[in-house]
């Protein structure tokens, strides 16, 4: 257990509708990170928030927003679904940034899009 | 971003050394290497970082070259639970944006 919770574990859903995906990161970890990993693509960063601040951003669609509550809790919304946003979607957590630490990810959200 | 080679897979017996190559020449000079490993159905499972120097924790070892272009990930005796996708990816940094970069990993087959 990594300590970081990712809610819904499975959500199914159809084109053109809107989900947003929840974490918790560890408890007293400051930065969080969204990544997408699809079968043909791997994983692949989107986006990092460093106590709600966003702090650097990958190839996230617009399509796709983020954002980072006081509580250091982390959303991860997707509007206009398309069948290729069918995906897990990790969340981790991070005490620090600057590389010298680890980073704890969580057991993933399976988005699939019909 | 910076890019990594690894081999696509890798097979190994049980109880046996494993090393896992990993050719990352155009990683910055300040960036730390990470591997991470990831089991069927599960997120990525922090394996070891270094900067320059060789590391070692109690899940493996990590030998870096002196110029830094290649490393190798060593698991000193492979058990069934070691079979994974280990990944190699540097830790880039570049003016407050920080990021791990996963590339395609390499699949490690574990047999009895």
């Known amino acids: 257990d990594s300590g970081v919770t990712q809610t819904p574990k499975h959500l199914i859903t159809a084109t053109g509708q809107r989900v947003t995906l929840r974490c918790s990161p560890r408890?007293?970890?400051?930065?969080v990170y969204w990544y997408q990993q699809s079968l043909d693509q791997g994983l692949q960063f989107l986006i990092q928030y460093y106590n709600g601040e966003e702090r650097a951003k990958g190839n996230i669609l617009e399509r796709f927003s983020a954002q980072q509550f006081p509580d250091l809790h982390s959303e991860l919304n997707l509007s206009s679904l398309e069948l290729g946003d069918s995906a897990l979607y990790f969340c981790?957590?991070?005490?620090?940034?600057?590389?010298?630490?680890?980073?704890?990810f969580g057991e993933g959200s399976r988005l699939t899009v019909l | 971003d910076a890019k990594t080679t690894q081999p696509n897979s890798m097979e190994s017996n049980e109880e046996e050394p494993v090393h896992l190559p990993c050719n990352h020449s155009?990683?910055?000079?300040?960036?730390?290497i990470h591997w991470y490993r990831q089991l069927p159905s599960q997120g990525p499972e922090y394996v070891i970082h270094?900067?320059?120097s060789n590391v070692n924790n109690r899940m493996a070892s990590l030998a870096i070259a002196e110029d830094r272009k290649s490393s190798t990930l060593i698991l000193h005796r492979a058990t069934l639970r070691d079979a994974a996708v280990y990944y190699c990816?540097?830790?880039?940094?570049?003016?407050?944006?920080?990021?791990?970069?996963f590339g395609k990993g390499t699949k490690l087959t574990v047999n009895p």
């Open positions: 408890s007293g970890d400051l930065s």
């Open positions: 155009t990683i910055s000079g300040t960036d730390y």
């Open positions: 990816t540097p830790w880039e940094a570049q003016g407050g944006s920080e990021k791990l970069v």
């Open positions: 981790a957590s991070s005490p620090r940034t600057s590389g010298r630490g680890e980073l704890f």
């Open positions: 270094g900067l320059t």
